[in-house]
C-alpha cells in the first residue's frame, strides 16, 4: 500500500517532532493572567520537572498541553499533533492534582475499573497493579473502600491507577503531595524507571528534592518560565550564596536574619540554620551576628536555595 | 472553667485506641504535650496520625483508653473540648466561592463569635496572616499557600489554647511554606500549643518534640536531636558529582555501608564510621566509574531518623 505523500510527510514530521510542545501559551480566567506567554520543550524520553510558586500556572500548562482547556493564544502540541487532537489522546496519560476516584468502591474494585477504562489485558494488569501496591503498600488493604483510607494512602491509590496504563507520554500534576518520604523516594525511583524505558514524563511538584531528580526542570512564575535547565548546571549558575549559621540563639539570630534585607531565605537544617545570602553580603553579615555569638560557614547551594532565592528577587 | 493548674499539660493521652471493625488504626499511644509547645506528629500514610486528632478533638470517640485536652475529657466532654480547641483539617474546610472575609466570619459565627468584636479579631488575623487586603478576595482565587494562612486564621478566631494542624503545609511552595512556619512559631511563642502533622521533615526541625507513629503505635517520642542521637548513630555522608547513580550499585554491600540512597542529584549514605570513612566512599565511586567526586560529612537529619523507623529495612527487622 502506498502513502500519500503528503500525509507521509506529516507522519514523519509527527516522529521527529518533540514530546511536548508549549508554545506562547497563554490563558487567562478574568482578571487572572495564568499562562502568560509560556514556551518550552520536552524531549521524547526526558523527565521533565515543572516547579514554581503556587499559582504559577503549572496546573493551567500542563491542562492546556492534556488539551483541555481552550488558550487564548499560543499552541500546544503533543507528539506532533495538536494537543486537543483525538488522536493522541490515548498516548498520553494524565494525574490531575485533584485525582477523584470512586470513593464507595474499595482499593481493588478501583484497580480493576481503571485497567477496563485503559484496556488493559488481563496479564499486564496483574503484573503492573501488583507492582504498584507494593510500592503503594496499599496490598493489605485491597478490599477497604476509599472513602475509608487515609489522605496519604488514598493519593498513592490515585498515582497507583494513574500508573497501571503506561502511555507514551505521561502528565504528573503533584503527584506525591500528601505522601510520606518513604513511598516519595519509591515512587521517584519508579518514574526513573519508566523514562529509562523510554516514556516521556512531565510532573509538577512542589517538592524541591523531587525537582533535583528531573533530567531538566523549568522555574514558572506568573505564567511564565523564569529558568530553564538540568538542576546541577542551574545550581552551577547560583547567583547568591548558601550559608550555615553555627552557634547562637536560634530565635535571636533569627530575629538578626529577619532584619537583614540581603538575607532571602532561612530554614533549619537540624539545630543550624541554612540561608541564602545575596552574593558578597556575607562578611557584613558575619560582622552583625558576630555579637550573637553566630558564625556563618559556606554551603554547596542546593535547588531549593535557588528557588528561593530566585522568587524571592522576583517579587521583590 | 476548668482551666489546667499551670505546668500541668494541656494533651494528655493515655492508652488512646480507635478500632475500625477489626483492624487498629490507633493503638495505645500515650504522651502529654505541654502549654505552648510545638509538638510533631510524624508517620507513614495510614499510620494514624489524622485518627489520634480526630479523637483528641473530640470529633471521633476513642474505642478504649482516655485523653483530656485543655482540662476536658474527650469521651465525656466533647463539646467542651471543641470550643478550646483550633483544627485544620487534612481535607479542605473553606468554601472556596465565598470571599475571605465571608470565611471568616462564618468560622467566627461556628464558634459564637458575632458582630463588631468579630469583624474586629478577623481584620487582626488577616493582618498576622499576611491576608491584610484581600477581604474581598474569592476565597479558590488565592494560591494554596495564602489558603492555609486563611484556614488557619479561621481555626485560632476564638483564641484557642490548642491548635491542631493536620499537613497544613501539604501541596505548599517553599516561600509559602516558611511564611507558614513563622506563624506557627509565632503562635506558640504567644503560649497555644501547636500540635502538627507533616510529611516535610525538614520543617518537622521547629517542633520542641516529635512523636513517631508506625502502625498505630507510637514507637519514638523526643526532641529532633534526641530522635538523631538514638536512630543514627551512623555518620551520614553527602555524595556529589558525575555519574553517580550508576556508580552507586557499587556500594550497596561494602563492607561498613548502612544505606545508600538517592538524595537529589546526588547520594546520601549511612556508614560505620569504624570501618569506612570519607575517603573510602570516594574511592569506591570513582573505581566505579563517577567523576568529580565530593564526599562530604552531613549531620544526620530528620529524613534520615524517619528512614531508621518506618523504612523498608526497619520494617523488615520488627517482623523477624
Ligand atoms: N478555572 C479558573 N478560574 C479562575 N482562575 C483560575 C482558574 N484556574 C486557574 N486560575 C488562576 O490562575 C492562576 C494559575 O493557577 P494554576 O492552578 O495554574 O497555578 P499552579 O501553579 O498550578 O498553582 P498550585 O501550586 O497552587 O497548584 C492562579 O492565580 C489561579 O487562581
Ligand atoms: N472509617 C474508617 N474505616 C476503616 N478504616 C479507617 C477509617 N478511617 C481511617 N481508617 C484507617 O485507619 C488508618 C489510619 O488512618 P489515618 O487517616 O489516621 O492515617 P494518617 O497517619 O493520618 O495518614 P496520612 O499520612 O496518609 O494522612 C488507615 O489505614 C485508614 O485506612
Ligand atoms: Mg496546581
Ligand atoms: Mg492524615
Known sequence: ?316 | MSAPAPGAPVIEARQLTRRFGSFTAVDAVSFEVERGEIFGYLGANGAGKSTTIRMLNGLLAPTSGTARVAGHDVAADPDSVKASIGYMSQKFSLYLDLPVMENLLFFGGAYGLFGKALRVRAGELLELTGLAGQDAAITGSLPGGMRQRLALAGAILHRPEVVFLDEPTAGVDPVARRAFWRLIRQLSSGGTTVFVTTHYLDEAEYCRRIGLMVDGRLVALDSPAGLKRTWVPDRVLVARGQGLAGAAAALAGRDGVRSVQPFGAGLHLRVDPARLDEAGVGRILSAAGAREVVVDRAEPSLEDVFLAVVGREARGEAVT
Open chain 1, 1 to 316: 500500500m502506498e502513502l500519500h505523500p503528503e500525509r507521509g510527510e506529516a507522519v514523519r514530521e509527527a516522529d521527529a517532532a518533540p514530546a511536548l510542545s508549549a508554545r506562547g501559551l497563554s490563558r487567562r480566567f478574568g482578571a487572572v493572567t495564568a499562562l502568560d506567554g509560556l514556551t518550552f520543550e520536552v524531549a521524547r524520553g526526558e523527565l521533565y520537572g515543572l516547579v514554581g510558586p503556587d499559582g504559577a500556572g503549572k496546573t493551567t500548562a500542563i491542562r492546556a498541553l492534556a488539551g483541555l482547556i481552550r488558550l487564548d493564544g499560543g499552541e500546544a502540541r503533543v507528539l506532533g499533533l495538536a494537543a486537543d487532537d483525538h488522536a493522541v489522546r490515548e498516548r498520553v496519560g494524565l494525574m490531575p492534582q485533584q485525582f477523584s476516584l470512586y470513593r464507595d468502591l474499595s482499593v481493588g474494585e478501583n484497580l480493576r475499573f481503571f485497567s477496563r477504562v485503559f484496556v488493559l489485558p488481563r496479564e499486564v494488569y496483574r503484573r503492573r497493579a501488583e507492582r504498584l501496591l507494593e510500592i503503594t503498600r496499599l496490598g493489605p488493604f485491597l478490599d477497604r473502600r476509599a472513602d475509608a483510607l487515609s489522605g496519604g494512602m488514598y493519593k498513592k491509590l490515585a498515582l497507583a491507577c494513574a500508573l497501571l496504563h503506561e502511555p507514551e507520554v505521561l502528565l504528573l500534576d503533584e503527584p506525591t503531595n500528601g505522601v510520606d518520604p518513604v513511598s516519595r523516594r519509591e515512587l521517584w525511583a519508579l518514574l526513573h524507571e519508566f523514562v529509562h524505558g523510554g516514556m516521556t514524563v512531565l510532573v509538577s511538584t512542589p517538592y524541591m528534592d523531587e525537582a533535583e531528580r528531573c533530567g531538566r526542570v523549568g522555574l514558572m512564575n506568573r505564567g511564565r518560565l523564569l529558568l530553564e535547565g538540568a538542576p546541577p548546571a542551574l545550581i552551577a549558575g547560583f547567583r547568591d550564596e548558601a550559608y550555615e549559621v553555627r552557634g547562637g540563639e536560634r530565635d535571636r539570630v533569627e530575629a538578626e536574619l529577619a532584619r537583614t534585607a540581603s538575607v532571602r531565605a532561612a530554614s533549619p537544617a537540624g539545630e543550624r540554620l541554612r540561608i541564602v545570602v545575596a552574593r558578597g553580603a556575607a562578611p557584613e553579615l558575619a560582622r552583625s551576628l558576630a555579637p550573637l555569638g553566630a558564625t556563618l560557614a559556606p554551603v554547596t547551594p542546593d535547588f531549593e536555595d535557588l528557588f528561593l532565592s530566585r522568587i524571592r528577587e522576583e517579587d521583590a
